[in-house]
């Protein structure tokens, strides 16, 4: 019945509704602990898809659960009717108003894209989330969201001037500022918007009612308040009492988490810029409570972020391979760090500012230790902070920090004091907590340590959070901040408010929803908080065998669950950064980290196949990964989808067999090992109608062109050389798969710049590993693996570097050897001794061996586009400083992320449009805008073969633009 409920409403719609097993499964999750199956996801086009939505779930009654990003911490996103994602459709930017300094979107909107938007017109959207280059403008409104910025610019609530909405009877309303005598007229109105009025007239009217709402709800003063519906804040309006403003129903919808009404348009009020000039005061201190004692006085100075990290998440990010760059300003081994930074229009105020205070800091002799960081360096503590909440995902096995204290807010004047009760509290239970987040603004998030696995904890789940409720109600504090009530905190709200209050809000959700279809279960009427959780109570674990070694997450299972849902796969190609090409260019949530994480532990978890792997909606869900390992640097808990794909490849191909193409592709080096054999010809075929045949009949896609192949004697090159001098020292220049066969011309000028600058060199031919790995050939990677590093042992052994040209393959070295044979010594000193030609010579540099005195002082302009395995597992700067030894080369990184080429990838007839597409985004167009004698550099062969299919432009290897300007 419902089936065909279902199939009835999907053709009714402009959008789509989906109701298939992968789909259900990727939304029953969000950033929480919470899992919830939903009966379908809708992705509505417009209004009238939503109108459609709302009358099918009101005749159903089934529940319509708003979802943007999904990065809700406390299950607001999660439900078991229809999850309606309007991430996909309702994206726009509507409209700017400069004059009133306002501006209309759709929910989403992304929050940093918008202010992208907004910069060339002086203007920005204030509340700054740590998740703010992905969350949506709706989401933002639903959570009254926050952030570090909320001490200056305020909270969502504060800057939402109009919405416009679609009641649950279908009918649209536009919710705004209105006189007292417009509210009025509101009350008198027929339907179903005119019973809202009058109903929040007939109950907040009463004074009675007002002096209850005075008593038990939280702080005035505490601006992080979002416990249940904010009718405290809505009686501070004209029509209640006229030493205030115009009433606005949007104080109300702010915070409502989508339970009141669904929001089509927002229009916001803006900020002008910050000021130009910025410095950050880093204080470092021995205790937790050395660190809290200053936050009151620090806070007298006009901040414009006061955040706090203890050691718990300073620890975490030791072990991120991105974070750990941001960790520059750390000093020693501090229990916690205030970051505080100042911003004038005046760079003497600002020294003004900074030395006021460091008096501050110094009078109270709590700090051992307070750097002061300007420029680029405030950003990068910045986003060391705001990466703490994936940050926690790092912690290795099942007990993690848990979500569901971490919103708790209190005037600053209780927060030591609330602090030092808390840590009580933990005491008793054994347990310990990380403490971090917005310092200066009451609100720290606390998280206790748990595995919500286990019966016992999940009886602590619930004991710590009652016990901590209880003591934000003794300081009258707010214990939802900027995080909502969501499912983990809804059930509190009668204790936090008082039983009269929550029976008002009962009311108030009753006028506006009467049929209970809008987000049921959130606020009022609560879902259990210690239910519908992530993983199975007490269930035996999944017992799961792999090729690849994933000890170091406890298993590939645990591996998936690393992923805290935390979203930041989901950023877009405006954002920096290469994760994840694939979403980028389709926004499908199916196509983010998140999804195939998830995916992947729902599916390794609930199998009943005797191959766990064997599932078609795996094989989906990892179909447009390109496995270019962007998440393993940029995902804040290092979930490698690269290394998940190439388990699950190998594992569902030994149930459902190896097709032809892939083993084409896999064992491409031994084909074009014959191929060279005749290259001439092969490269005649290829570009004749008989490649042509070949490619339709490979399953490659017609636009693409074939490779040339090569048949190339390095060896006798290099004795060919009249070799000036080694007295820089032997190296081991590795002659990989790819050099050896179809960069010919890399390999050769690697030699011969190499030996020009004096350098003794031996080649290492071998094949990495590298097509095995990208289509799950596991066992034949291993055998690799294991035959080289028997080599690679021996030069390590003997301290001579071994350098390689193509990324993916001497990268190959560094990351999946070590989980491709057991002996982890081994592993860890081949990786140590196996650089990309770029990092060797850069560190040449700075020993003080090469310098410009080898090179052209012609000028020249270059621009860079780095393979992602450097971007993930080494760094771009190390290419950026070898292409500036030319002293008159004007070198520019390209802000390109992932090329969408990834080896076979690009050349499957099915990935073909996907590929295109991701170049499309940020790398073609930079290509064609460079001028024409502007070299392109690209270390990938990859990525070079896509900038010539893509915009007809020959890329070079770094080490071909070196060696054209040397000096002779």
Known sequence: MKKKLFSSLSQSLNGELLNDDLTKALYATDASVYRKLPMAVAYPKNIGDIKTLIAFAAENQIGLIPRTAGTSLAGQCVGDGIVVDTSRHFTEILHLDKEKREVTVQPGVVRDELNQFLRPHGLFFGPNTSTSNRCMIGGMVGNNSSGTTSIQYGVTRDKTMTLKTVL????????????????????????????????????????????????????????????????????KSSVFDETYED?????????????????????????????????????????????????????????????????????????????????????????????????????????????????????????????????????????????????????????????????TAVALEDLKDFIGEFTHIMKGYRQSAVYYAHAGAGELHLRPILNLKESND????????????????????????????????????????????????????????????????????????????????????????TLLDFSDSEGILKAAEKCNGSGDCRKTHQMPGAMCPSYHATKNEKDTTRARANALREFLTNSDK????????????????????????????????????????????????????????AHNTKINKLASKVAGLTNTVYKSPLGSLLKKVSGVAA???????????????????????????????????????????????????????????????????????????????????????????????????????????????????KRLHGDVVLANKIADNCFLIEEFLAREIEKGKLDSTYFTKEQKQVKIHNHCHQKALSNQKVTFDILNLPENYEVTIIASGCCGMAGSFGYEKEHYDVSMRIGELKLFPAVRKAPVDTIIAANGTSCRHQIMDGTKRAALHPVSILKQALVP
């Open 703 to 817: 636009a693409r062109s074939f490779p040339k192949v090569y048949d190339f004697d390095f060896e006798s090159y290099l004795k060919a050389l009249q070799i000036k001098s080694n007295s820089k020292g032997k190296v081991i220049l590795y002659i990989d798969e790819f050099t050896k066969y179809l960069d010919v011309g890399v390999g050769k000028d690697a030699i011969s710049l190499l030996t020009g600058l004096g350098y003794g060199v031996e080649l290492f031919h071998a094949e990495s590993g590298r097509t095995y790995l990208s289509k799950g050939f596991l066992r034949e990677a291993k055998q690799l693996a294991v035959d080289n590093s028997q080599i690679l042992g021996g030069y390590a052994d003997k301290n001579l570097p071994v350098i390689g040209l193509e990324p993916s393959a001497i990268l190959s070295f560094r990351d999946e050897y």
């Open 458 to 545: 999940v009886k602590l789940f619930r004991s710590i959070t009652t016990d901590v409720a209880k003591l934000t109600k003794k300081y009258k504090g707010s214990f939802s901040g900027e995080h909502g009530d969501g499912i983990v905190r809804a059930e509190f709200i009668p204790l936090m408010i008082g039983e009269r209050n929550y029976e008002l809000l009962k009311r108030i959700k009753k006028a506006f929803d009467p049929q209970n279809i809008f987000n049921p279960g959130k606020i009022v009427n609560a879902f259990p908080m210690d239910e519908s959780l992530r993983y199975e109570i007490d269930r035996e674990e999944p017992k799961i065998s």
């Open 247 to 407: 009433f606005n129903m949007c104080k109300l919808l702010s915070g409502s988490e989508g339970t009141l009404a669904f929001t089509t348009e927002i229009t916001l009020a803006l900020d002008p810029l910050p000021p130009r000039f910025a410095a950050m005061v880093a204080t470092h201190y021995h205790t937790l409570e050395d660190c809290l004692s200053d936050v009151a006085p620090v806070m007298q100075h006009s901040l414009h972020l006061c955040e706090m990290m203890d050691k718990v998440i300073l620890d975490c990010t030791k072990n991120n391979r991105q974070q750990l760059s941001n960790r520059f300003f750390v000093e020693g081994d501090p229990a916690a760090i205030l970051m505080l930074e100042v911003k004038t229009n005046d760079e003497e105020k600002l020294k003004d500012e900074v030395s006021k205070l460091q008096q501050t800091i110094s009078k109270s002799g709590l700090s051992y230790a307070s750097p002061v960081l300007y420029g680029d360096d405030i950003q990068k503590a910045i986003e060391l902070r705001k990466a703490g909440l994936g940050l926690l995902g790092n912690m290795v096995g099942d007990r993690k920090a848990v979500a569901c204290i971490e919103d």
């Open 610 to 665: 005797p191959n766990q792997f064997d599932h078609e909606s795996l094989k989906t869900v990892f179909d447009l990964c390109l496995s270019c390992k962007a998440c393993a640097s940029e995902c804040p808990s290092n979930v490698d989808i690269a290394s998940l794909k190439a388990e699950f490849q190998y594992q569902y191909q030994e149930t459902k067999g190896y097709s032809n193409r892939s083993k084409l592709f």
């Open 168 to 235: 649950s009877d279908g009918n649209e309303a536009t919710f705004k500022a209105l006189s007292k005598k417009e509210f009025e007229e509101k009350t008198k109105e027929t339907g179903l918007e005119g019973t809202i009025y009058a109903t929040l007239w007939n109950e907040l009217s009463n004074k009675d009612t007002q002096q209850e709402i005075g008593k038990a709800f939280p702080k005035p003063q505490i601006h992080r308040r979002n416990t249940g519906y904010a009718v405290d804040e809505v009686l």
